[in-house]
C-alpha cells in the first residue's frame, strides 16, 4: 500500500511531504523547549515570565500589553489582588495615552490598575470580570470615522453589543474621544455607556465627552477631576500624598555592546530581517520610488505626490485603504532639547517599569539611546499635555516659572483658560516651552516617561493596485505656518518632504470601508476636494483598468475643487487624460480663488442636481472625501436639498433617504478635520 502511495507523487509531491514533516518535528522539538516561534515577548533580560527561554546577543522588546496566549486579564486581577480594570479604544494614541494616565493618577489611592488593549485579550473574558469583589471597569473608547470603533476595539465592540455579556454588579465609566465635526460624534462613547449599563453594570460617574475639533485634553481635566474623587468615595479608597511624586518608570544603563532598537517597534533588527505580516506594531520599511511636487510655482504651498515600493512584503491593499506612515521628528528639535537639558543623547539605557506585575515593561521600544528615543518614539511636536506641565513644573528652579507651569495644569476656570490661550491656542510642543521656561530642567529619562509616543499618520491611497500591487501612491499638503515668531511645522508631512527617491520609510496599509461597486457598470459620483481626491485617482484607475480589459464601466462623476487652477490644480493632466479615454464621464471643477465670488464643490452638486439627482435614481454610489468641519456637511445639505427639490421629498424623507443611502454604502465618507 506504502508504495503504491509513493508511486503516484512526483519530485515536488516528495519534497514538499519531506518540508511538512520536518516542520512538524522542529515544532515539536520547541515546545517540548517552551519556545514560540517569533517571539517578541522577551523582556529587557532576554527573558519571559512565560516562556523562559533566552537568547545570548538579541533581546526583544516587551510587548506593550499582554498577548492572547498569557493569562487571562482575570486571572492576572485576580492573582495581583486588582479590582481596577481600564480598557481602551484608541486609532491615534490618545486613548490609550489617556488610560496609562488614569492607571498613574490611581497610585495616588495606592492602586494598581489593570490596563488592556482589546485586540490583545479574548473579548469573552469579559464575563468574568463579576469574579472580581469591587470591579470597576473604566473605558476610554474612540469614534472612528464615521461613527465606528477603532481599529484595536471592533471586537470588544461587538461582544458587548451582541449583549451575551453579564455585568450584574459591577461598576463602569466611560470617557468617549470623539470629534464634533463629524456627524456621529462620539457614537462609541455613547453606545457603550449605554450598554454597559444594559449589560447589568452600574456607572459609576457621567459619560464623558471629549471634542478634539475644540479641547480634547481640557475636557478630560474636567472629566477627570472629578471623576477620582467620585470613585474614591465609593469605594471608601485613602490618598497616598507619598504617591504623588511616584515614577513609572526607573532607569537603567545597558552596558556596551547590547544591541539597541534604532527605530524599530516590535523587535530588534525588524527592518533588516522583516517579517510579515505588517502592521501597526511591525511595519514594513518601504523604498520611496518618486517624490514629486504637485502645485505650480505660483502656489505658497506645497503638496507632495510620494509613491513607495512594498515590494517582497505581501502587503496588499485595495483603492480606497490608507497607508500609515511612521514619521521621524526634526533633527533640529531633537537637537535643541539635548541643547536645552544638556545630556549625552547616544548613552545606552532602557526605562523598566517600577511595578513588575505591569504588562507593559517599557514605555517603548529599549534598550535604545536617548537621542533614537527623541528621534522615533516619542513626540516633541504636540502641544504639551496639562500632566506632563505639573511634573516638569517641580525640576523649576525659578519659583515664578514653576507657578506658571503649575498652575497651567490646574483644573480651575483661570488654569483650563490659560492652558487653552497658551499651549492649544499658540500650538506650544514642549521644546517651545523648555525654550521659554530656561530654568526648567528635568531629567530627560522623566521627560521621555511622560511625552506621548510618536503616532502614524493616515493618508488616502491615491493609487490602484491594479496597476501594480507593489507601489503604493498617496499626496499631502505640507503643513507649514507661523504663529508670531515660531514656525509651525507638520511632523510627517515635512518629514515626507524630505524623503528623496530611495530612501526608506516604515509603512503599513489599513483597510478601509470605502470601496467601489462590485459592478463595474454601477455609476459613481465622487467628491473631492483638494488631496480629497486621493482615493478617486485609485478609483478611476481601477476602473481604466477594466475598461482596458474590454469591460463596460459605469459613468463617473468627479467634483473636483482648488483654490485656483494655476496654482494647485493637482493632477491636472492625468485628468484630462481620464476623460479623453472616457474613463471619467464627467468633470466639474470648482476654483474658489480664481474669481470674485468663491465656488466650492457644493455650489458645483447643486448645478449639476438634475444630472446628479438622476444617476443617483439609476443606482449611483456617492463618494465624498476631505474636510469634514464644513466640506462634508455643505455636500451632504445640498444632496438633501436635491432629494427635496428635485425628488419632492419632504425635509424628514430627504433625511431618511440619505439614511438609507448610508445604511446600504451607497454614500460613503472619507474626512477629516
Same mark, same amino acid.
Request: aromatic share 10%; hydrophobic share 35%; with cysteine.
Given at each position: ?20 514533516? @520536518? ?22 533580560? @532576554? ?382 510642543? *514642549? ?49 507649514? &505656518? ?42 459613481? *459620483?465622487?467628491? @473631492? ?23 463596460? *464601466? ?45 465656488? &466650492? ?65 451607497? &454614500? ?6
Amino acid at each position: 500500500m506504502l508504495a503504491y502511495f509513493l508511486n503516484g507523487l512526483d519530485t515536488s509531491d516528495i519534497i514538499v511531504l519531506t518540508l511538512l514533516a @520536518g516542520g512538524a518535528i522542529i515544532f515539536a522539538v520547541m515546545k517540548l523547549l517552551n519556545y514560540s516561534p517569533g517571539s517578541s515577548s522577551l523582556n529587557s533580560t @532576554g527573558s519571559s515570565s512565560n516562556n523562559r527561554y533566552s537568547s545570548p546577543t538579541v533581546a526583544a522588546v516587551s510587548p506593550t500589553f499582554s498577548s492572547k496566549s498569557n493569562q487571562s486579564f482575570i486571572d492576572r486581577m485576580r492573582n495581583e489582588n486588582r479590582q481596577v480594570l481600564i480598557m481602551y479604544g484608541s486609532q491615534t494614541g490618545t486613548a490609550e495615552e489617556m488610560s496609562g494616565r488614569l492607571a498613574k493618577d490611581l497610585t495616588r489611592y495606592s492602586k494598581k490598575a489593570v490596563v488592556v488593549d482589546p485586540e490583545d485579550i479574548e473579548v469573552e473574558d469579559l464575563n468574568r470580570l463579576t469574579e472580581i469583589q469591587d470591579a470597576l471597569l473604566v473605558l476610554c473608547i474612540a469614534t472612528y470615522g464615521e461613527g465606528d470603533p477603532t481599529d484595536n476595539s471592533v471586537s470588544l465592540v461587538e461582544y458587548l453589543n451582541a449583549g451575551e455579556c453579564d455585568l450584574s454588579g459591577v461598576r463602569f465609566a466611560v470617557f468617549g474621544l470623539g470629534n464634533k465635526t463629524y456627524e456621529h460624534f462620539n457614537a462609541i462613547g455613547k453606545q457603550m455607556d449605554a450598554q454597559l449599563e444594559k449589560l447589568g453594570g452600574k456607572r459609576i460617574f457621567a459619560l464623558g465627552l471629549g471634542d478634539d475639533d475644540a479641547n480634547l485634553e481640557e475636557d478630560f481635566m474636567r472629566w477627570r477631576e472629578a471623576f477620582l474623587p467620585k470613585i474614591a468615595a465609593e469605594f471608601n479608597w485613602e490618598l497616598n500624598t507619598e504617591a504623588e511624586t511616584m515614577r513609572q518608570y526607573q532607569l537603567e544603563e545597558v552596558e556596551a555592546g547590547k544591541a539597541l532598537f534604532k527605530g524599530e517597534f516590535g523587535r530588534l533588527g525588524a527592518y533588516e530581517r522583516p517579517r510579515p505580516p505588517f502592521d501597526i506594531k511591525n511595519p514594513f520599511l518601504a523604498t520611496v520610488l518618486v517624490n514629486d511636487e504637485l502645485h505650480t510655482e505660483k502656489s505658497d504651498r506645497s503638496c507632495r505626490h510620494i509613491e513607495f515600493s512594498v515590494e517582497g512584503s505581501r502587503i496588499r491593499y485595495e483603492a480606497g485603504d490608507h497607508l500609515a506612515v511612521f514619521p521621524t521628528n526634526d533633527s533640529n528639535l531633537v537637537e535643541k532639547i539635548i541643547e536645552l537639558l544638556d545630556f549625552d543623547a547616544d548613552k545606552a539605557f532602557r526605562l523598566v517599569n517600577v511595578d513588575e506585575d505591569a504588562s507593559k515593561r517599557h514605555p517603548f521600544p529599549c534598550p535604545t539611546t536617548f537621542r533614537t528615543a527623541l528621534e522615533h518614539y516619542v513626540d516633541i511636536c504636540a502641544p504639551v499635555k496639562s500632566h506632563v506641565l505639573k511634573a516638569i513644573s517641580e525640576y523649576c528652579s525659578d519659583e515664578a516659572e514653576k507657578q506658571y507651569l503649575s498652575s497651567l495644569a490646574t483644573a480651575n476656570e483661570e488654569g483650563l483658560a490659560e492652558y487653552a490661550r497658551y499651549i492649544q491656542k499658540e500650538r506650544r510642543s *514642549i521644546v517651545d516651552v523648555l525654550k521659554e521656561h530656561k530654568s526648567c530642567k528635568p531629567p530627560i529619562e522623566y521627560l521621555l516617561e511622560l511625552l506621548p509616543r510618536l503616532q502614524a499618520r493616515y493618508y488616502s491611497i491615491a493609487s490602484s493596485p491594479r496597476l501594480g500591487e507593489e507601489k503604493i501612491a498617496i499626496c499631502a499638503v505640507v503643513t507649514k &505656518y507661523s504663529i508670531g515668531d515660531r514656525n509651525i511645522r507638520g511632523v510627517c508631512t515635512n518629514y515626507l518632504t524630505k524623503k528623496l527617491a530611495t530612501s526608506k520609510s516604515p509603512v503599513f496599509v489599513r483597510k478601509s470601508t470605502m470601496r467601489l461597486p462590485h459592478r463595474t457598470t454601477t455609476q459613481v *459620483i465622487m467628491i @473631492g476636494p483638494g488631496t480629497g481626491f486621493a482615493p478617486f485617482r485609485g478609483f478611476l484607475q481601477d476602473r481604466q483598468f477594466h475598461k482596458n480589459a474590454g469591460k463596460e *464601466i459605469g459613468k463617473m462623476h468627479l467634483f473636483y475643487g482648488c483654490r485656483h487652477p494655476e496654482h494647485d490644480y493637482i493632477y491636472q493632466e492625468e485628468l484630462a487624460e481620464f476623460e479623453r479615454d472616457g474613463v471619467l464621464s464627467h468633470l466639474d471643477c470648482a476654483f474658489s480663488r480664481a474669481q470674485n465670488e468663491k465656488i &466650492y464643490v457644493q455650489n458645483k452638486v447643486w448645478e449639476a442636481r438634475v444630472r446628479v439627482w438622476q444617476a443617483i435614481q439609476d443606482g449611483a454610489h456617492v463618494y465624498i472625501c476631505g474636510d469634514a468641519r464644513n466640506m462634508a456637511r455643505d455636500v451632504q445639505a445640498t444632496l438633501q436639498k436635491i432629494f427635496r427639490e428635485l425628488g419632492g421629498k419632504t425635509e424628514q424623507e430627504a433625511q431618511t433617504y440619505f439614511k438609507d443611502m448610508e445604511k446600504s454604502k451607497r &454614500y460613503q465618507a472619507d474626512v477629516w478635520s
